[in-house]
């Protein structure tokens, strides 16, 4: 049996080693490393994955218009 500890953000426990003493107000608490290296990458990474999804937006609702051409293209070709 390894040792757990209980994450305050997840209400679960976790493997210890998978936790990290968070600064809290008033005392720091124990949290599990994924809760807190996705919060940091969601505040840090939000805008620019923002742009990345809108520019793969754009790219695969291009990619799509140039399938359905292509499909009618070879549909209209009667096979
Ligand atoms: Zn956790």
Redesign the pocket.
Known sequence: MSETRF?Y??R?F?PADS?RLYSTKPAPRW??L??IEAASRSESERDRFGQLQTSYNRQSARQQAMNANLLRLVSSRGG
């Open positions: 994450c953000w997840c679960a976790h936790m949290r599990c994924s809760s």
